[in-house]
């Protein structure tokens, strides 16, 4: 069993990403979508694609873009939860990375959130 989900597919992204790989595959779950969901939206991955090779072996297939991901850093973890208003959401870079948030409206970039005027636990900065 893992501990911590989320921070295995960053770490997975992280090193396909250093590794020169066009191309990553990790076991799926709705909040690993939702996450690739916004990294696709915020440009830092091409597409992201859900396998189900049966009903158990379900994955999750990204494909990254070439020098788009400098950084990941998995910033809530599960024996230190980060929550954080809207209003205390910090730039990631002075506004260049972007904060990935867990909200009571879904998972959402820290742009959207505080558009939104929510906050939420901080999931990890990518930049």
Known sequence: MMTDPIADMLTRIRNA???GHDRVE???SKLKAAVCKVMKDEGY???FKIIAKSTSDIKIKVLLKE??????EKVSKPGLR???GYK???RVISGLGTSILSTSQGVL???EARKRKVGGEVICNVW
């Not at 020098?67 to 990941?72: C, M, N, T, V, Y």
């Open 67 to 72: 020098d788009a991901i400098i950084g990941l």
């Open 45 to 47: 991955i091409r597409s």
């Open 17 to 19: 990403n250093s590794a």
């Open 82 to 84: 980060q929550y954080r």
């Open 26 to 28: 990790f076991p799926a």
């Open 109 to 111: 970039s820290d742009r």
């Open 88 to 90: 205390d959401i910090s």
